[in-house]
């Protein structure tokens, strides 16, 4: 299918601070498929935080891959990320004092650019990027998955995100194999299409499971909300982390419906311009789990999703097996578990509201959510210190290299439950600056190259329905002109100097 070069495109985007050169050709070649298949413009967004090295891996694989008309890759370190970031949030509180007022250039970026890891921060640099770009959705990937094969042929979850997001639920209809949505919700956008994952555990506690697994059901029920009963914890820890199970892919399934969030997963998701314009991640840093705040809000506003089966494949990377990875996972896992004592809150307000966080438009209502997160930044730390206290107890418990992590943990505690209180803070002032930086990297100015990598594109809209195709095509690839194709492009140290 030819490349419509004229309408909006979409972002692809893989965020990663590890060795990935494999997620880079598998998420090439699904872009590779997309542009064919559906004739849209992608955008290949590689947000690069690894170190030196790491990036020269990644930019031969860039390098090494194949020529696709449509396809434009991007791959940014920090520090053009950081470029690009200062320019939107300049212009942002320039063109709004009130911002100025509440919170600076400096304390912005650093909640859009940490220095340590935020799963939330690095999904809201890719969202302003697409904003950049003029894409109509973005569709995120992870450094550490694949992707399942069906006769020899990758199984894209692509194939069912551009066949219904963006579109008004009524036109996505034909598109899916089952349509259970209540027909009041006919006329709203799907904001959010996405299946999970088979394979590992998407937490690094499956020791844990094996070693003791009442303890395991102890500690994963920690993040169950204050007053939940035994049954209720015990049925959020059997959902919890496992994505699909293992079963492989046979043939395809999407529902369109109110999205069944449990089984979506962030390495597996596309998400409407409409919705991730409007309200961000939370910003939280050293906190798993901060990058589904979306999901909740989806489903409780009433927006209209597209839960599917093209599950991606989870694998634990070499670093995660290491023990520095342990105790940074250990910790990000602690930082999620006290996260709940404020997000809970929030999500029980989301859900309170239901229909009222929609305007006419169907779009949501950022001063809602920033008030919800703002109001639960009050909540009492009692239950923080029990969750604390017996993961303690559990870990001491366990022995070995946990005993150690609870030692390490222990001096840290205070500081902990002030971080996990400035997080949602945080979160709230974010919401608040989020649509004036979504109109300030609108602006930014393509690179000085002279290649319009980041140049604002028409006004988004839905793509148009796609011809059907139930199985991944290998179909070849148009080209600009005979024996020409168009290579993809990165965004290297020119990229907003």
């Avoid at 995100?161 to 259970?180: F, K």
Wanted: proline content about 7%; some cysteine; glycine content about 6%.
């Amino acid at each position: 299918m030819t490349v419509d070069l004229a309408a909006p495109g979409i972002c692809l985007a893989l965020p990663t601070n590890r060795a990935c050169a494999a997620a880079i050709a598998d998420v090439g070649a699904e872009a590779a498929w997309a542009a064919r298949e559906f004739g849209v413009r992608v955008h290949l967004l590689i947000l690069d935080s690894a170190d030196a090295a790491t990036r020269a891996e990644h930019e031969k694989a860039v390098a090494d891959l194949p020529a696709v008309q449509g396809v434009l890759v991007h791959h940014l370190d920090e520090e053009q990320q950081r470029a690009f970031l200062r320019s939107a949030i300049d212009r942002a509180l320039a063109a709004t004092p009130a911002l100025a007022a509440a919170a600076g250039a400096d304390r912005l970026l650093e909640l859009m650019l940490p220095d340590t890891v935020s799963y939330g921060a690095c999904t809201n640099r890719a969202f302003l990027f697409a904003a950049a770009l003029g894409c109509s959705s973005l569709h995120r990937r992870d450094s550490d998955s694949t992707y399942q094969e069906l006769d020899g042929e990758p199984v894209f979850p692509i194939h069912h995100e551009l066949r219904s997001i963006g579109r008004r639920a009524a036109d996505a209809a034909p598109g899916v194999t089952h349509h259970t949505l209540d027909p009041v919700h006919a006329e709203k956008p799907v904001a959010l299409v996405g299946s999970s994952f088979i394979g590992e555990l998407s937490v690094d506690l499956g020791e844990i499971r094996s070693l003791d697994p009442a303890v395991y059901e102890e500690v994963v029920g920690l993040w169950a909300a204050t007053g939940s009963t035994v049954e209720q914890r015990r049925e959020l820890v059997a959902d919890s982390f496992v994505g699909n199970g293992t079963d492989p892919f046979t043939h395809d399934r999407a529902v369109l419906d109110l999205p069944d969030i449990w089984r979506i997963d962030m390495c597996n998701i596309a998400l409407d311009r409409e919705l991730y314009e409007r309200v961000p991640l939370p910003p939280a840093t050293d906190t798993i789990g901060s990058d589904y705040f979306l999901h909740h809000l989806v489903l409780d506003a009433g927006l209209p999703g597209v839960t599917h089966n093209r599950n991606i494949v989870n694998h634990y990377t070499s670093e995660r097996r290491t023990d520095a990875g342990f105790l940074a996972y250990q910790l990000r896992f602690t930082k999620f578990l006290l996260s709940m004592l404020y997000l809970h809150p929030v999500y029980d307000a989301l859900e309170a509201a239901g229909g009222a966080l929609l305007d006419e438009h169907h779009h949501v209502r950022p001063g809602a959510v920033a008030g919800f997160a703002r109001r639960a930044a009050a909540e009492d730390r009692a239950e923080n210190h029990r969750r604390l206290a017996v993961l303690d107890r559990a870990y001491r418990g366990l022995g070995g290299r946990y005993a150690d992590f609870a030692d390490r943990l222990l001096p840290r505690r205070e500081r902990l439950l002030d971080e996990a209180q400035a997080d949602i803070e945080a979160f709230a002032l974010l919401v608040d600056a989020w649509g004036p930086l979504v109109a300030a990297a609108r602006t930014v100015p393509p690179t000085p190259s002279g290649a319009d990598l980041l140049a604002p594109a028409p006004a988004a809209a839905p793509a148009p329905a796609p011809a059907a195709a139930s199985t991944p095509s290998s179909a070849p690839a148009p080209t600009n002109t005979p024996g020409r194709p168009e290579r993809p492009t990165t965004g290297r140290s020119t990229a907003h100097a």
